[in-house]
C-alpha cells in the first residue's frame, strides 16, 4: 500500500512539473513552449512546426531525406520522440553523413519511424501508462521496434532496444497531428 501510494505522489509531482514547467497545454490555457527559437503552433502539423526549430535541422534533413515529409503531415495522430542536433551530433563521427546517402534510405527510415509511436501519447497519457506497467510503458514504434519509457525522480527516461537511454527535456509540444517530446540523444532500434 505504501509502495502505491509513494508511486501515486510521485506521479502527482511529476504531472504537475509537466504541467506546469513543460507547456502543457489544456485548461489553464498555457501556450506550447518555444522549440529551438521558434514557436511551436498546436494548429500546425509536425513538419510544418518542426522546420522553423533551428534545434532540429538534422532531423528535419533526415525526415526529408527518407521521404517521411508527406507521412509526417498526415493525419495521424503521432506521438514523435524528436532528437536534436546535438543528439545527432554526439553519434560517432560519420554516422549522420552516412546515413543520409540515397543508399542508405531503408536504414534512416528504420531509424527515423523508431521515434514515432503511432497515437497521441502526451505526458499525461504517458505517466498513466508508465503508472499501469508498474514504473515502466513499452511502446510499440511504427517501426516495429519497442521503446520504454520510465521515471527518474520528474523526468521521463526513453530507453532504445541497445540500452541507451534518452531524457524528454521538453514534453507536451503539440502538434494538429500529434505531440512532440524532444529528446536529447537519438534511439537507435536493436
Known amino acids: 500500500m505504501k509502495k502505491k501510494l509513494a508511486l501515486a505522489l510521485s506521479l502527482s509531482v511529476l504531472l504537475g512539473a509537466c504541467a506546469g514547467g513543460m507547456g502543457m497545454q489544456g485548461s489553464g490555457g498555457m501556450s506550447n ?3 529551438g527559437g521558434a514557436p511551436m503552433y498546436p494548429t500546425k502539423d509536425i513538419i510544418d512546426n518542426a522546420v522553423n526549430s ?3 535541422t538534422t532531423l528535419v534533413a533526415a525526415v526529408k531525406a ?3 515529409v508527406d507521412t509526417l503531415k ?6 514523435v520522440f524528436a532528437p ?3 543528439a545527432f551530433a554526439a553519434l560517432p563521427a560519420g554516422t549522420v553523413d552516412t546515413l543520409l546517402k540515397p543508399e542508405n534510405k531503408g536504414t534512416l527510415t528504420t531509424v527515423l519511424t523508431y521515434h514515432v509511436v503511432p497515437g497521441k501519447l502526451d505526458a499525461k497519457a504517458l505517466m498513466g501508462l508508465i503508472a499501469q506497467g508498474g514504473g515502466r510503458a513499452m511502446l510499440k514504434t511504427a517501426s516495429g521496434g ?4 520510465t521515471t527518474n525522480g520528474s523526468m521521463v527516461m526513453i530507453t532504445d532496444a541497445k540500452g541507451g537511454t534518452a531524457t524528454v527535456t521538453t514534453a507536451d509540444v503539440y502538434q494538429s497531428n500529434g505531440v512532440i517530446h524532444v529528446v536529447n540523444k537519438v ?4
Open 74 to 79: 498526415g493525419p495521424g495522430p503521432f506521438t
Open 66 to 68: 527518407a521521404g517521411l
Open 146 to 149: 519497442t521503446l520504454t519509457a
Open 54 to 56: 533551428k534545434d532540429h
Open 33 to 35: 513552449p518555444m522549440v
Open 187 to 190: 534511439l537507435l532500434p536493436g
Open 84 to 86: 536534436t542536433n546535438a
